[in-house]
Structures are given as C-alpha cells and as structure tokens.
C-alpha cells in the first residue's frame, strides 16, 4: 500500500520560511513524477512545483525564487523549500506522486503565514 505523509508546516510570520517534507513507503519513489499542490480556505488546490525522475524542477510563477522542490530517491523523500513566505501563502500543501499507472496524494499539512 502506498502512502505519501507530508510534514513540517506549522505558524510563520511573513518573510519567513518553511521546509516541508513528504515521505512514501509502500513503494520506490525513484521513478515517480512528485509534486506539491496547495489549497487555501475556499478555494480549488492549485499546483505549486513539480520534480521529475531526472531531476528537473518546474514552479507556479507565484513562488519561482521564493521556494525549491527537491528529492532524495535514497530516503523516499521529496521536499518543498519556502523561502520569503506571505500570508497568500496560507494553505494545506499536498504532496503528489505519479506514475504512467498510478497518482497518490498525501493528507496535506497547514501552513499558516501571520503575523
């Protein structure tokens, strides 16, 4: 079984920063596409960044400079960098993990940017 827990959100004042982490088990994540998404209150989770099995980064042009995806294939792990965080930035961040056959998503955790 395939699970994907993300970690590290919490309360931050504004210019503050983040690291978020997913970790999967029940799988390899080596080969998977990994993503983060978020969603703020009332409104429809947007996509954030995205990794691919080689190593490429994309990002939402609402973060580009401000947060990083990174993986560790050797931990299962992928990780968000929030760097210079805004009160926009207010969500529950949900990590994804894809393959040709199969997408999982994690529970999500909140990260609240206020002063």
């Known amino acids: 079984q395939v699970q994907l827990v993300e970690s590290g959100g919490g309360l931050v004042q504004p210019g503050g920063s983040l690291r978020l982490s997913c970790s999967a088990s029940?799988?390899?994540?080596?080969?998977?596409?990994l993503e983060w998404y978020r969603q703020a209150p009332g409104k429809q989770r947007e996509w954030v960044a995205s990794?691919?099995?080689?190593?490429?980064?994309t990002y939402a042009e609402f973060v580009k400079g401000r947060f990083i995806i990174s993986r560790d294939n050797a931990k299962n792990m992928v990780y968000l960098q929030m760097n210079g965080l805004q009160p926009e930035d207010t969500a529950v961040y949900f990590c994804?993990?894809?393959?040709?056959?199969?997408?999982?998503w994690g529970q999500g955790t909140q990260v609240t940017v206020s002063s």
């Open positions: 029940g799988t390899i994540i080596s080969n998977y596409y």
């Open positions: 990794i691919s099995s080689g190593g490429s980064t």
């Open positions: 994804k993990g894809s393959t040709t056959w199969s997408n999982y």
